[in-house]
């Protein structure tokens, strides 16, 4: 079937059947478009080609899960929260990096450093918690306490610490995969 003469609709529609010829066209009717926008946000071609690049994989992955009503826009939005993100987290590093020294961010490689990141997120998530959940958070994880230690600490039944503690780690986890999806 040729899907040069297709509409955006029409190649969707086979995109979602997994269909490797529709995700061609669409790669081929989008992707300069995608790499300009990309490029002009990032100012650095290796950087919007790598955008692009990740875009249409995670099309490609995600194909039988999207309900996109207007590609194009999907994909230059894709694009620009991407190159946020980028940008969000270049900014982030060196504010990191600018708080602690400069020493002890040189020998912490790539992943340890995403790991600070994503507990300093976390640590921002329970400072929005209700109360009594923020508490419960920080005595079982920052301070190691049992449930049992925790409701003698608190006077509240062990159920209720559970049910704060199962609060709390339900809100973190959905910032979290909010926050990855997004980004």
């Known amino acids: ?21 529709a995700f061609t066209e669409i790669y081929n009717r989008y992707w300069k478009r995608l790499l300009a926008i990309a490029y002009n946000f990032s100012k650095d071609k290796t950087v919007a080609q790598d955008i692009v690049q990740e875009i249409f994989t995670r099309l490609w992955v995600k194909h039988a899960k999207l309900n996109i009503e207007c590609l194009n826009t999907y994909l230059a939005a894709a694009v620009k929260f991407s190159v946020f993100k980028l940008i ?22 790539e992943d340890e450093i995403d790991a600070r990141f ?19 958070f920080k005595y079982s994880r920052n301070s ?9 600490e608190l006077g509240i039944s062990p159920k209720t610490v559970e049910g704060h503690l199962t609060k709390g780690l339900k809100a973190i986890r959905l910032n979290l995969r909010n926050a990855l999806n997004l980004f």
Do not use: H, W
């Open 1 to 21: 079937m040729n899907f040069k003469s297709s509409t955006d609709k029409e190649l969707l529609e086979y995109l979602n059947l997994g269909n490797e010829e």
């Open 88 to 109: 969000y987290r270049q900014k982030r590093r060196m504010e990191i990096e600018s708080e602690n020294c400069a020493d002890e961010l040189s020998t912490l490689s």
């Open 118 to 136: 994503i507990q300093e997120y976390i640590n921002k998530v329970v400072e929005f918690l209700p109360e009594n959940c923020r508490l419960v």
């Open 144 to 152: 190691g306490l049992s449930i049992t230690e925790i409701s003698l």
